[in-house]
T-cell receptor, first 111, second 114 residues
Framework: QKEVEQDPGPLSVPEGAIVSLNCTYS??????FMWYRQYSRKGPELLMY????GNKEDGRFTAQVDKSSKYISLFIRDSQPSDSATYLC???????????FGKGTRLHILP | DGGITQSPKYLFRKEGQNVTLSCEQN?????MYWYRQDPGQGLRLIYY???????QKGDIAEGYSVSREKKESFPLTVTSAQKNPTAFYLC?????????????FGDGTRLSIL
């Protein structure tokens, strides 16, 4: 079983819809969870950063962590064509010196 | 404006040639990282450095070399020993080398074989 699993997509949704992006993981020691957005031919950009379980909201984005299920989600409300990108989840454990990345989900928002 | 600058944006390598990718940061971050990104493979860690004059191998270090002589700079050399160098290379940095610090990325260098 891979440490971090993420559906590669592509995921296509109409403009204005709520988008749900997910990752599962196997290492129960992970405590820090991140979501990155990567546009084509660009580097990943940090969107959300959360510690342990719970929700965090920033504008149209909500990050959710369920440690009991080893499952994290990113919700995008009122999706826009400019949200079309690849979204990578990432996570690490206390004391680790590396972050483990998912392979990314390609998202297309259809105008 | 603080950030990470990678150059060049595109690079071509001839057979048997070594090439060096530049990465500079002005964020005053201690840790720096090099990743390789291939389609469908995600990010794979090549090398990382937690402090000046020190670096560690990542998961795919063979055929690559790095140096960290200054805090701001972490160049990556792709040697002729790397037989499949065509990829998108990303440099990142974090405030400290601990996993509780998120990494910030440059905009990458795309390397191709001539």
């Amino acid at each position: 079983q891979k440490e971090v699993e993420q559906d590669p997509g592509p995921l296509s949704v109409p403009e204005g819809a709520i988008v749900s992006l997910n990752c599962t993981y196997s290492n129960s020691a992970f405590q820090y969870f991140m979501w990155y957005r990567q546009y084509s031919r660009k580097g990943p950009e940090l969107l959300m950063y959360t510690y342990s379980s719970g929700n965090k909201e920033d504008g149209r984005f909500t990050a959710q962590v369920d440690k009991s299920s080893k499952y994290i989600s990113l919700f995008i409300r009122d999706s826009q064509p400019s949200d079309s990108a690849t979204y990578l989840c990432a996570m690490s454990a206390v004391g680790d010196d590396k972050i483990i990345f998912g392979k990314g989900t390609r998202l297309h928002i259809l105008p | 404006d603080g950030g990470i600058t990678q150059s060049p944006k595109y690079l071509f390598r001839k057979e048997g040639q070594n090439v060096t990718l530049s990465c500079e940061q002005n964020l005053n971050h201690d840790a720096m990282y090099w990743y390789r990104q291939d389609p469908g493979q995600g990010l794979r860690l090549i090398y990382y450095s937690q402090i000046v004059n020190d670096f560690q191998k990542g998961d795919i270090a063979e055929g690559y070399s790095v140096s960290r002589e200054k805090k701001e700079s972490f160049p990556l050399t792709v040697t002729s020993a790397q037989k499949n160098p065509t990829a998108f290379y990303l440099c990142a940095s974090s405030k400290t080398p601990r996993g509780n610090q998120p990494q910030h990325f440059g905009d990458g260098t795309r390397l191709s074989i001539l």
